[in-house]
């Protein structure tokens, strides 16, 4: 298994928007790097469903159910989806402060480049980050 955070605005799609679909593909990605990380996801996989812009912060886990398909949302064969659904939501938000104040953190990708919308994140990482969220 893999793990992975995918980022979204919050004021755009939340936690709860998702929540309320109950399934939704992943889209609108247009970073070749954050494609490729979406085509490595596995059926299976976790993610961390982070809200960016204001909030910045882990909000809950989504797991990926189906794997990479062209994007419906565009007629450009270069981009990609996953279905993913809710998870869990974490009893409190884990925000990028907190994930950076954390030495055992130092070198996870949202740290190093935290404008990348999906990245791959380490299993200790997640577990790190969940811990948190308890």
Do not use: C
Not at 36 to 58: I, R, T, W
Not at 66 to 81: H, I, M, Q, S
């Amino acid at each position: 298994m893999n793990y992975w955070l995918i980022k979204s605005e919050p004021n755009t799609y939340s936690w709860d928007d998702f929540v309320k679909l109950k399934r939704d593909h992943w889209d609108g990605v247009r970073n070749y790097q954050a494609r490729n990380n979406m085509q490595a996801m596995k059926k299976g996989d976790l993610a961390l469903f982070y809200h960016s812009v204001n909030e910045k912060s882990v909000v809950g886990i989504a797991e990926v159910v189906k794997e990479f398909y062209p994007d419906p949302t565009t007629d450009d064969d270069r981009w990609v989806v996953v279905d993913v659904v809710p998870k869990e939501k974490l009893k409190k938000p884990v925000t990028l402060a907190q994930i950076k104040e954390d030495k055992r953190l130092e070198n996870m990708v949202l740290v190093k480049n935290s404008r990348l919308s999906v990245q791959p994140v380490r299993k200790e990482e997640f577990d790190i980050v969940v811990g948190m969220g308890s």
